[in-house]
């Protein structure tokens, strides 16, 4: 029948929108910058193409070595179009709030029970034992220097300050989780800088058109 073509159509459009997410891993992403003093700020960058309907979920809770911690905020982000590598997004906060005497920042997908975690970045050092509200522990997944960042000394706002950059995805990773590439404040930023990403690498082949 019509309605069971439909329903199938429908059935396999909805498969098409699901698979279309890109499955991100460590690194994939980078913060550039936040600003905790209200209002919240993160900017960040993507280093890998982004597929339309892509979901990246931003938390400012504490990770425990199990488990992240329930008592802070979770926003989630949608790629409402295909995003090329490269793209820096500014995200408008709701649902997330910053700590001004610490916090942390996390990038993940998958459910909050088992996220899958992209980058960190602490705004105090990372802690091996218990977490608090101000700290938390550095996931396994992320690795200090290239897909995770924390600092030893506590600035409300901070963003990353090299602007040009030009490279491939482990340069940047490696210039954005350095602490020195870094300019740090107490007082809030009224603005981040215009960043650039261009990756080095071979020109793409040419598009063949079809005659």
Known sequence: SNMKKFATTLFSLAT???SAQTV???GDIAILAFN????????????????AG??????DNGWNGTALATNEGTLTWTASSAIPKGTVQALT???LSLGTTGDQIFAYQGAATAPSFIFGLSTNNWVTGSISLTTSRRPA?????SSAIAFSTERDN????????????????????????W?????????????????????????????
């Not at 997944?141 to 220097?145: E, W």
């Not at 990353?160 to 350095?178: E, Q």
């Open 54 to 59: 892509t979901q990246i979920k931003f938390t």
């Open 36 to 51: 905790g003093d209200d209002p919240d700020a993160i900017s960040w960058v993507t280093l890998v193409d982004l597929a």
């Open 158 to 181: 901070g963003y990353y300050s090299t602007i040009s950059n030009t490279g491939d995805k482990s340069t940047f990773l490696a210039s954005i989780c350095n602490v020195n590439m």
């Open 16 to 18: 098409i929108l699901c």
């Open 183 to 211: 300019t740090r404040s107490d007082t809030r930023y009224a603005s981040f800088p215009a960043w650039t990403f261009t990756f080095n690498g071979p020109s793409p082949e040419p598009t063949a058109n079809p005659t």
């Open 141 to 145: 997944t992320l690795i200090a220097g």
């Open 24 to 26: 991100l891993t460590p």
């Open 93 to 95: 906060i709701s649902g």
